[in-house]
């Protein structure tokens, strides 16, 4: 079973488009993430959300608007794509937030292409 | 403000040799170091985890060194082989930053 799994793994869309990535993770973690990695793959934090309560919410435009329904999702929501949003967009879950050890444990990541 | 920083970019070596990564972090508050590997297509993975309370770590052949006093930590991996081809990234956490902080990442190429 996947442990943190997202789609689509790939999506290719027009400039201008709105478009989610959906994510879902069955390891019982109150904490989820939003990672972007660039094309020189360096990996930054967008969001994290604590039992469906957004903690961090890093220096994002605000066309990313992230939603919890419940604690083992976390979507993404992209409004009027740009041509720099492509990316590999990882959701991610770690069992708790505000406490060392925290492991994180990643999808196999959405590859967003703009254009 | 890059509170992990890691060297090489990129690192290759040959098969059997040994691959060395560096990092250095800035805040005293850190008080976990994961080191993460990533395949191609693939997410980041968990490889090895070290606290400051141990000098050294070893799990196979591979193994986190880290030195408190100087606010760095390393990844050794022994006998490298074409299949650790990589990259790799260092992250720290702890305190009130319970959010992963990671290097920029090392791409590990093992040639045959």
């Known amino acids: 079973d996947t442990a943190v799994s997202q789609t689509p793994k790939y999506l290719v869309t027009q400039m201008g488009n709105d478009k989610s990535i959906k994510c879902e993770q069955n390891l019982g973690h109150d904490t989820m993430y939003w990672y972007k990695q660039d094309s020189k793959k360096f990996l930054k934090i967008m969001f994290s959300?604590?039992?469906?309560?957004?903690?961090i919410n890093e220096t994002v435009p605000n066309r990313f608007s992230p939603k919890s329904p419940d604690k083992a999702h976390l979507n993404l929501h992209i409004n009027s794509l740009e041509l720099g949003d492509s990316a590999v967009y990882f959701c991610a879950s770690s069992q708790w937030l505000r406490r060392g050890g925290n492991t994180i444990y990643f999808g196999e990541g959405s590859w967003l292409t703009v254009v | 403000q890059q509170q992990v920083k890691q060297s090489p970019q990129s690192l290759i070596v040959q098969k059997g040799g040994i691959s060395i990564i560096n990092c250095a972090y800035e805040n005293t508050a850190f008080d976990y170091f994961p080191w993460y590997q990533q395949f191609p297509g693939k997410g980041p993975a968990l490889l090895i985890a070290?606290?400051?309370?141990?000098s050294e770590k070893k799990e196979g052949r591979f193994t986190i060194s880290f030195n408190k006093s100087a606010k760095q930590f390393s990844l050794h991996i022994m006998d490298s082989q074409p299949g650790d081809s990589a990259t790799y990234f260092c992250?720290?956490?702890?305190?009130?930053?319970?959010?992963?902080?990671f290097g920029k990442g090392t791409k590990l190429s093992v040639k045959p």
């Open positions: 070290i606290r400051p309370d141990v």
């Open positions: 992250a720290a956490n702890g305190g009130s930053q319970g959010n992963l902080i």
């Open positions: 959300y604590n039992n469906k309560e957004l903690i």
